[in-house]
């Protein structure tokens, strides 16, 4: 007992410390610092500073900000997620230009931003953002109107397109639209509940060079016309729009009574190699009759929403390319029945009765054995019928039963 008395935190080693310290926030790594000296230097690893979250510490200053970059964040951060003021009763200006300039200089391996109820009207545009971010998740935050634009060109650029011929500017214009490949080399962009982003912003992304990714949830200024005009088309001087979009998701939950815009009808434009798609809400019956139109789609994701089985069945028809068909938190509406009748269907329904009772199958199909996770089998033995080599899941799915 002696033995263990004498033993405290000094005996164990560094590397034993740095994991018990990994538990601790942001904010207690801070106070564990004040320990004492040996303490301070191990709260200082970058180990412990690879993915930073701020958004449960509810007290963040740019002061508090400013100390975390000078004593903590360096070349180890890799994630940061931070909270703004924008509902809070302090208000005032939360991320700057000279601390974000910082942060691109200091942290070098920053590859993911998260901002929640940030204000980001102060800031000239995204250009301010490190140049190393893969990854920018907005919730909640307010945007300038130009925010997603592209550095503008200097006055000697513009003199040297204005003088030069028609072709020489069409491919000037064609390249500045595509972005060079020092620019924004964001590959990834998640907006959520971003009430201020409109079909302008939209159009802005189009220059972005290395955009694979675009998430919109509860984007309500995104209109239908907005996206038909941003998708990617063969034009004069080769593809246009994002034509490097691989993934995108529409989606629009909130706001009950919200004038409906559908905006994922712009899908009928036919967008050029987009390969996944993602609808929930409001927008996935829309969607769903202008999916046809992607001939390159492979996945498809339906979301938070209430489907039927004729409609999943109908505009699956046309989707024969489908590798993954995904379902998450979706509430099916069986297809009813008609009664069924003595003397039609050779047999009675007592009979039929029976064989269910039973467990009797009379498909024909040897694999369509039921799933317990498939909330409609009919269903399933449909999709696999139409498309074969097509993967199925259900997540978190029910079945909704109507009164009658």
């Known amino acids: ?37 040996r303490w301070n230097r191990l ?54 230009e000279s601390w974000l300039r910082a942060v691109s200089t200091k942290c070098p391996r920053l590859s993911k931003l998260y901002l929640l109820h940030a204000d980001l ?11 190393s971010l893969q990854v920018l998740e907005l919730r909640g935050c307010e945007l300038p109107r130009e925010f997603f634009n592209q550095t503008s060109p200097s006055p000697d650029q513009e003199r040297a397109e204005a003088t ?22 964001i590959g990834r962009l998640v907006l959520n509940n971003v009430p201020s982003f409109t079909d302008q912003h939209l159009k802005s992304l189009t220059s972005w060079e290395r955009l694979s990714r675009l998430e919109l949830r509860d ?9 038909r005009k941003c998708a990617a088309k063969d034009g004069v001087y080769g593809v246009e729009g994002l034509s490097r979009l691989k993934f995108l998701e529409i989606g629009i939950t909130g706001r009950q009574g919200y004038q409906l815009q559908m905006a994922s009808l712009g899908l009928g434009a036919g967008w050029l190699g987009l390969e996944e798609l993602s609808l929930g809400g409001k927008e996935v019956g829309p969607g769903l009759l202008c999916a046809s139109r992607l001939k390159n789609l492979k996945c498809l994701c339906l979301w938070a929403c209430t489907l039927s089985e004729m409609q999943i069945v109908r505009s699956c028809r046309l989707l024969r390319g489908l590798s993954r068909l995904e379902f998450l938190d979706v509430a099916f509406q069986p297809k009813q029945s008609p009664p069924a009748v003595e003397g039609e269907g050779g047999g009675s329904g007592e009979e039929q009765d029976k064989e269910e009772a039973a467990g009797v199958d ?12 498939d909330p409609i089998p009919s269903l399933r033995r449909s999709l696999a019928d139409l498309l074969p080599s ?12 109507s009164a009658d």
């Not at 009207?121 to 140049?131: A, D, M, W, Y």
């Not at 984007?219 to 996206?227: E, K, L, P, Q």
């Not at 097509?390 to 039963?401: E, H, K, R």
């Open 43 to 96: 709260v200082k690893d970058q180990r412990l500073w690879r993915f930073v979250d701020l958004t449960a510490w509810k007290g963040v200053t740019s002061r508090i900000l400013w100390l975390l970059l000078r004593h903590y964040l360096g070349c180890g951060l890799r994630c940061l997620r931070l909270r703004g003021l924008l509902l809070s009763a302090r208000g005032g200006t939360f991320l700057s």
């Open 164 to 185: 030069s011929s028609v072709g020489a500017q069409q491919q000037g214009r064609h390249r500045k639209g595509l972005g060079s490949p020092s620019g924004i080399g």
């Open 121 to 131: 009207r102060s800031l000239q545009g995204c250009q301010l953002l490190p140049t």
């Open 1 to 37: 007992m002696d033995e263990f008395k004498a033993c405290n935190l000094d005996y164990f080693p560094e590397n034993i410390l740095i994991d018990v310290l990994s538990y601790l926030s942001v904010r207690e790594l801070v106070r564990a610092g004040r320990v004492c000296k």
């Open 219 to 227: 984007t309500f200024r995104v209109t239908a016309n907005g996206i």
């Open 362 to 373: 009379n498909s024909n199909d040897e694999n369509n054995t039921v799933d317990m996770n």
């Open 390 to 401: 097509c993967t199925l899941v259900f997540t978190n799915c029910s079945v909704q039963i």
